[in-house]
């Protein structure tokens, strides 16, 4: 289950730094450098997941799933909000948590 190994995968990415109590005191904030990429709201049920993504496709996310928002707090054109609801498919979520560190890695 996605929840379980979220933070592994993000952490099996090269050059991956975490911060914990970002935003929140529940939260884990994930850096391609000093580029911020994910957030995963650790204690919220579903799990709660923010990306920072290509804006063209957080847009089709947001308007295709009502399981993806937009993310508080962080710029809107880029970041969404996923509830781990099952709407999104596990693979889903890994390909986009893939996405989003790629994002960052080429915003260097």
């Given at each position: 289950?996605?929840?379980?190994?979220?933070?592994?995968?993000?952490?099996?990415?090269?050059?991956?730094?975490?911060r914990?109590?970002?935003?929140?005191?529940?939260?884990?904030?994930?850096?391609?450098?000093?580029?911020?990429?994910?957030?995963i709201?650790?204690?919220?049920?579903?799990?709660?997941?923010?990306?920072?993504?290509?804006?063209?496709l957080?847009?089709?996310?947001?308007?295709?799933?009502?399981?993806?928002?937009?993310?508080?707090?962080?710029d809107?054109?880029?970041?969404?909000?996923?509830?781990?609801?099952?709407?999104?498919?596990?693979?889903?979520?890994?390909?986009?948590?893939?996405?989003?560190?790629e994002?960052?890695?080429?915003?260097l």
């Open positions: 289950m996605i929840d379980k190994e979220t933070e592994k995968i993000l952490l099996n990415f090269a050059n991956v730094t975490t914990e109590s970002w935003p929140t005191e529940d939260s884990r904030a994930f850096y391609m450098g000093e580029n911020l990429f994910a957030i709201h650790e204690k919220s049920s579903p799990l709660k997941i923010d990306l920072k993504i290509d804006a063209n957080a847009k089709l996310l947001r308007e295709k799933y009502e399981s993806v928002a937009f993310a508080t707090r962080l809107k054109r880029f970041w969404v909000e996923i509830l781990a609801t099952g709407q999104l498919s596990d693979d889903d979520i890994r390909d986009l948590l893939r996405h989003a560190y994002f960052a890695k080429h915003s």
